[in-house]
T-cell receptor
Framework: AQSVTQPDIHITVSEGASLELRCNYS??????LFWYVQSPGQGLQLLLK??????LVQGIKGFEAEFKRSQSSFNLRKPSVHWSDAAEYFC????????????FGAGTTVTVRA | GAVVSQHPSRVICKSGTSVKIECRSL??????MFWYRQFPKKSLMLMAT?????????EQGVEKDKFLINHASLTLSTLTVTSAHPEDSSFYIC??????????FGPGTRLTVL
């Protein structure tokens, strides 16, 4: 069975500081990994995804994530956060192919202080 | 990117009534759509997979007679919450895969049952 763990429930970061959100997954084969962001009362927006190839992937809004198979991790980073980055962030894992089911982590709430 | 819409964005109903939520893929066709439920400060829970032209597949523990799903066309799936009760109050989100292996999410529907 596939599962995702996001160890940090809530992170507070100063505007302009760097941000790293942790994600650990459990999956028997090569995973399809995603990071989504959710603003209050909104749906989910795809930040980036990893299927194969280069283990460092670039996404929208200046985010990047690195896939580390040895650590079963897919951590999300941003060098300098903006106040608009305050949101809920979800890591998800899927089987890919014609099976589109995703398993989501519990989410990490990011608060940005001025 | 692919766009998924939901209607209505918010709905308030009385206990015992039924509520229908629509999910549409606006610029692509989707033979499969997914319905999620999200509780406050919680992750997304997959409820069911909506299949165009066949019955929906429900996740374990989800009452299929309570949450009726109809995939009427390649761009429309509906979720009907029948005989709604206050415990059905939640944020319902649909998604559809597009472009191969990536889920695109609707903006969600906030259901409040009085």
């Amino acid at each position: 069975a596939q599962s995702v763990t996001q160890p940090d429930i809530h992170i507070t970061v100063s505007e302009g500081a760097s941000l790293e959100l942790r994600c650990n997954y459990s999956y028997g084969a090569t995973p399809y990994l995603f990071w989504y962001v959710q603003s209050p009362g909104q749906g989910l927006q795809l930040l980036l995804k990893y299927f194969s190839g280069d283990t460092l992937v670039q996404g929208i809004k200046g985010f990047e994530a690195e896939f580390k198979r040895s650590q079963s991790s897919f951590n999300l980073r941003k060098p300098s956060v903006h106040w608009s980055d305050a949101a809920e962030y979800f890591c998800a894992v899927g089987a890919g192919g014609v099976d589109y089911k995703l398993s989501f982590g519990a989410g990490t709430t990011v608060t940005v202080r001025a | 990117g692919a766009v998924v819409s939901q209607h209505p964005s918010r709905v308030i109903c009385k206990s015992g009534t039924s509520v229908k939520i629509e999910c549409r893929s606006l610029d692509f066709q989707a033979t499969t759509m997914f319905w999620y439920r999200q509780f406050p400060k919680k992750s997304l829970m997959l409820m069911a997979t909506s299949n165009e032209g066949s019955k929906a597949t429900y996740e374990q523990g989800v009452e299929k007679d309570k949450f009726l799903i109809n995939h009427a066309s390649l761009t429309l799936s509906t979720l009907t919450v029948t005989s709604a009760h206050p415990e059905d109050s939640s944020f319902y989100i649909c998604s559809a895969p597009a472009g191969g292996d990536t889920q695109y999410f609707g903006p969600g529907t906030r259901l409040t049952v009085l």
